[in-house]
Structures are given as structure tokens and as C-alpha cells.
């Protein structure tokens, strides 16, 4: 993979670039993913926020407390409901991107899954993930 990559919305009026590669992707099968994406997880690349940035539009965020008590801030696309990322104070140094936002969703290769214990039973995971019942810590 070159370093970097590109993305944005489905309507093209919110894009957004890396700098550098990926350095984390992975399912999320939390409650609260499962709420935010309309499926069985979140499929998530992630990046340092110093290497990320939003090239064009401006994104609107739905701000809420996790589970662990922690807020986590979802960015959207305010014109066509596309999201977009998430940043979380659990991890102020990272970005974590929709998969499906990529412009090339073909580098999305997930290395593990969390909250495995909020799983639903229709989903299949990869048999080479790490798996954790909660968020590895």
C-alpha cells in the first residue's frame, strides 16, 4: 500500500485525505456501531489525527457517551446521511474511517474484532481475526 489514502461521502461534498497508512482496521461489533451503521459492525481504519484531514465540505457530528463512559464523535455528511468517521475521547490521537468511505475500499484488510460479546449471531467474522469479547486494553 502507498502511503495514504482518500475518501469522502457519497454525494462528494465532504472528502477527506491521510498522509499515512492505516495503523489499525478492524471490526466493531459494539451495540453502538451496530446503531451507527445500520448493519452487524463497524468497519474501521484507523490513522493519526496528525496525519488526517478534511480536504473539502464540513461534516456534521453526533456526540455521545459510550458504554465505558467515554465520548465518541460520529461525522457525517450533512447533505447525503453518508458517515464518515468517528474520533473518541479514548483515543484522542487517532481517526477511525468507515471502510466503505474509501475511495479504494479494497486496502480494507481487518485485523481484528472487538465486542465480540454483543456479536449478533447472523454476522460472519474472518477466521484470522484477533478476537475480543470487549475492547482490548
Not at 451495540?31 to 484507523?46: N, S
Not at 479504494?104 to 460472519?124: R, V
Request: glycine content about 10%; hydrophobic content about 30%; overall charge negative.
Amino acid at each position: 500500500m502507498s502511503e495514504g489514502f482518500e475518501g469522502g461521502c457519497a454525494c462528494g461534498k465532504v472528502r477527506y485525505k491521510a498522509t499515512a497508512d492505516p495503523r489499525y482496521m478492524g471490526n466493531c461489533h459494539c451495540r453502538d456501531c451496530q446503531r451507527a451503521t445500520g448493519a452487524g459492525f463497524y468497519p474501521g481504519v484507523g490513522v493519526a489525527a496528525d496525519a488526517f484531514e478534511i480536504v473539502e465540505g464540513a461534516p456534521q457530528v453526533y456526540s455521545r457517551e459510550s458504554d465505558a463512559g467515554r465520548t465518541v464523535h460520529r461525522y457525517f455528511c450533512a447533505e447525503c446521511g453518508s458517515p464518515l468517521l468517528i474520533k473518541t475521547e479514548a483515543m484522542p490521537r487517532y481517526v477511525s474511517v468507515y471502510a466503505g468511505s474509501l475511495d479504494d475500499p479494497s486496502i480494507y484488510k481487518p485485523q481484528t474484532d472487538i465486542f465480540t460479546a454483543s456479536a449478533q449471531p447472523w454476522t460472519l467474522m474472518h477466521e484470522g481475526t484477533a478476537k475480543s469479547e470487549k475492547m482490548p486494553g
